[in-house]
């Protein structure tokens, strides 16, 4: 009889720990093979361990009364496998398996956590910057430089491995990266006209505009419960927009664009980047180069050197050489927080990105309203509150 023992804790993914209890499996054992099966196996597999196949059992515990029972003699050859023809019996071990969810539950927290901060510093730095020199497009614009510069020189110096893109890829990345663009404008100019906070509140319903998007576009239809969902998140964010105390159309509609924006981003990404071998960090640094090279003429054409000039020298006279470090602040934090919320992307399932993305908003929000002292009405907060709930109940009921 020839047996192979192997140990899968790989098979895990992290959206398996997280929706999984954490109860220990019983161990599972595939059916057992026969010399029959030994034969007929035509599709050999190797593995990359080495595992140890036991040779020969005699008088192994599985006998019969009827049969004679030698006195002590149970013997045990091992030898290294014959790789050829490996037959596999999975057999989770407790320990092992608890160890690694355990790791996988530290990194995903790890994640999430300087996730959030690096947003929360983001959108303290952008706001600061947005105060002081009102030109949307060009902090876009060199956020996208930032990071831009910061992968390539990453490459260069081999801090990280330069992804191998061909021209499919490119094309591919294109429509992700105008709707990247247009995303990321429209929030920016958003941000300059209303108190973020309400952008982000605005934001929250990002997953109504997916849910109308994915059915009236691309006829997908979903469960009652989700539909059922966008009642509180549109009916919040209502609620939220007519009792904001700064209203500004202009700060409201960008936010809404953004919204659109930003389900395109994620059809078209789904879509272009199936089956495709770029990991998260590189494929957000490609995106940001692509989105650089389409928003610099743009931001030229709106805004231009001219008023960028006049608006920084204003800045710098009030604020000081602090300004720069604001600039260069807001610029490189955009990079870092997306770049790892596209390396989380890597390790969960897209359910809990976006559970992940709504605790987000919701720590973006409060911290905005502490630091910036904006005025929020009872009513104003209560509608936050609703959409925000709806957002999460969304993420529920779409699993
Ligand atoms: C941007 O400037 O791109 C937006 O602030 C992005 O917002 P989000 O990543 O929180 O959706």
């Known amino acids: 009889?020839?047996?192979?023992?192997?140990?899968?804790?790989?098979?895990?993914?992290?959206?398996?720990?997280?929706?999984?209890?954490?109860?220990?499996?019983?161990?599972?054992?595939?059916?057992?093979?026969?010399?029959?099966?030994?034969?007929?196996?035509?599709?050999?597999?190797?593995?990359?361990?080495?595992?140890?196949?036991?040779?020969?059992?005699?008088?192994?515990?599985?006998?019969?009364?009827?049969?004679?029972?030698?006195?002590?003699?149970?013997?045990?050859?091992?030898?290294?496998?014959?790789?050829?023809?490996?037959?596999?019996?999975?057999?989770?071990?407790?320990?092992?398996?608890?160890?690694?969810?355990?790791?996988?539950?530290?990194?995903?927290?790890?994640?999430?956590?300087?996730?959030?901060?690096?947003?929360?510093?983001?959108?303290?730095?952008?706001?600061?910057?947005?105060?002081?020199?009102?030109?949307?497009?060009?902090?876009?614009?060199?956020?996208l430089a930032a990071g831009s510069l910061m992968m390539l020189i990453s490459w260069a110096t081999r801090i990280a491995d330069a992804p191998k893109t061909d021209l499919d890829f490119w094309k591919t990345l294109f429509p992700v990266a105008v709707a990247h663009t247009i995303g990321h404008v429209a929030a920016t100019v958003s941000m300059s006209k209303v108190a973020v906070s309400f952008t982000h509140i605005i934001k929250s319903s990002e997953p109504a505009f997916s849910v109308l998007v994915s059915r009236f576009l691309l006829g997908e239809m979903f469960p009652v419960p989700v539909y059922m969902s966008l009642v509180p998140i549109i009916g919040g964010c209502a609620l939220a927009a007519v009792t904001e105390l700064n209203f500004n159309m202009i700060g409201f509609m960008g936010a809404m664009i953004s919204n659109l924006a930003f389900v395109f981003r994620n059809i078209f990404s789904k879509k272009g980047m199936k089956g495709k071998s770029v990991s998260g960090m590189n494929y957000y640094a490609c995106l940001s180069m692509l989105s650089l090279l389409i928003l610099t003429p743009f931001a030229i054409a709106v805004e231009g050197p001219k008023m960028w000039a006049a608006g920084w020298n204003q800045a710098l006279s009030q604020i000081g050489p602090n300004f720069v470090w604001w600039v260069a602040a807001q610029s490189i934090f955009y990079h870092l927080y997306n770049q790892v919320s596209y390396m989380s992307l890597d390790q969960i399932s897209p359910l809990t990105f976006s559970v992940g993305n709504t605790m987000k908003r919701v720590s973006v929000i409060v911290s905005s309203i502490i630091i910036f002292h904006t005025p929020v009405q009872p009513i104003n907060a209560l509608g936050a509150a609703i959409a925000i709930l709806g957002t999460f109940l969304y993420s529920q009921a779409k699993q």
């Open 1 to 143: 009889m020839i047996s192979s023992v192997k140990l899968t804790p790989s098979s895990f993914t992290s959206s398996d720990i997280l929706t999984r209890k954490c109860s220990v499996p019983k161990p599972k054992f595939q059916s057992l093979p026969t010399i029959q099966n030994v034969h007929q196996s035509s599709n050999p597999s190797f593995s990359s361990q080495k595992p140890l196949y036991i040779s020969s059992i005699e008088s192994f515990s599985l006998v019969t009364k009827t049969q004679k029972r030698a006195p002590s003699t149970t013997k045990c050859r091992a030898y290294e496998a014959d790789r050829s023809r490996p037959l596999e019996i999975n057999i989770e071990f407790p320990d092992e398996q608890a160890r690694f969810e355990a790791a996988q539950r530290f990194k995903i927290g790890l994640y999430f956590a300087t996730w959030w901060a690096l947003n929360v510093v983001f959108n303290i730095y952008n706001k600061k910057v947005l105060n002081a020199f009102p030109y949307p497009w060009l902090t876009s614009t060199l956020s």
